[in-house]
C-alpha cells in the first residue's frame, strides 16, 4: 500500500472517530461511525492474505448491522421526540436499542464472539488500532447516553464480558486472541464504571489504552503470534521482555 493512500485511511480512521466524539446529533454521529468502519476495512485487509479478507467482510457486516440499528433507533427518537440530539434520547426502547447496538460495536458479551475472529485474521499493527482506537467512538456515544442507559443491561453485559474475556482467555495460544479476550475483560469493567463514575470510567480508559498499545508494540517488534514464539524472546532482549512483564501486571 503506498503512503499516500495509507495516510489518507489513517486521516480518515481519526476523521470519523473525532466526528462521532464531537457530535450532538445522531445523523452526524452515524456518519463519523460509518466513515471510521470504512476507513479500516481496507487496513485489514492490506494483507491480501485469506484470513484478512475474511476479517474484514466480517468486520464490515457487523459494525454495518451496529450503524444501521443505530440509525434505525435515532430515526424512531427522532420521531417520538422531534429532535436528533444525542443527549435527549429519553425514550426507553430507544436507548436499549443504542446500547445493544454500541456494545455489540464494542465486542461485549454476550456479542463477543466475532471479536477474536477478526483480530486473529489481522495483522498485530491493525490489531492494536481495533483494541484502542477503535473503542473511543462508541464509548462517547455511551458518555452521551449515559443518564439515560438501561442499567440492567449494562451490569449484565459487564458481567458477562469480564467472566468470558477471563475464561475464554486461558484456552488461548495465539497472542491476538489472548489480547483480544484481554480486551473483552476490559470492556466488562469500563461499561460496568460508566453509572458509578465518567471521570473513573475515562482514567480506566486512559490506562487500557496506553497498557494495550505497550503490549502489541512489544510483541509486533519480537514479531510474537503465539506462547512458543514468547517463550523463546527472552534470549533476544531481555529488556522489551521486562517492559512487557511491567505491562502484563499492570493490565
Known sequence: ???????????????????????????????????????????????????????ATKYFLIQAMAAALIMF??????????????????????????????????????????YPEILQGSTLTTAMIMTTWQKLAPMALLYMINPH????????????????????????????????????AHMGWLIITLHLSLTLTTTTLLIYIIMTSTMFLALNTMTMKTLTDMGLAWSQSPSLMTTMMISLMSL
Not at 20 to 32: D, R
Open 149 to 184: 442507559l438501561p442499567q440492567p443491561l449494562i451490569l449484565v453485559a459487564g458481567f458477562l464480558s469480564t467472566l468470558m474475556g477471563g475464561w475464554s482467555g486461558l484456552n488461548q495460544t495465539q497472542t491476538r486472541k489472548i489480547m483480544a479476550f484481554s480486551s473483552i
Open 73 to 114: 433507533a435515532s430515526i424512531l427518537n427522532t420521531w417520538q421526540t422531534g429532535h436528533w440530539s444525542i443527549t435527549n434520547t429519553t425514550n426507553t426502547a430507544t436507548t436499549t436499542m443504542i446500547t445493544l447496538a454500541l456494545l455489540f460495536k464494542l465486542g461485549v458479551a454476550p456479542m463477543h464472539a466475532w
Open 1 to 55: 500500500m503506498s503512503p499516500l493512500i495509507w495516510s489518507l485511511l489513517i486521516a480518515s480512521l481519526s476523521t470519523g472517530t473525532i466526528i462521532t466524539m464531537f457530535s450532538y446529533h445522531w445523523l452526524l454521529a452515524w456518519l463519523g461511525l460509518e466513515i471510521n468502519t470504512l476507513s479500516i476495512l481496507p487496513i485489514i485487509s492490506k494483507s491480501h492474505h485469506p484470513r484478512a479478507t475474511e476479517a
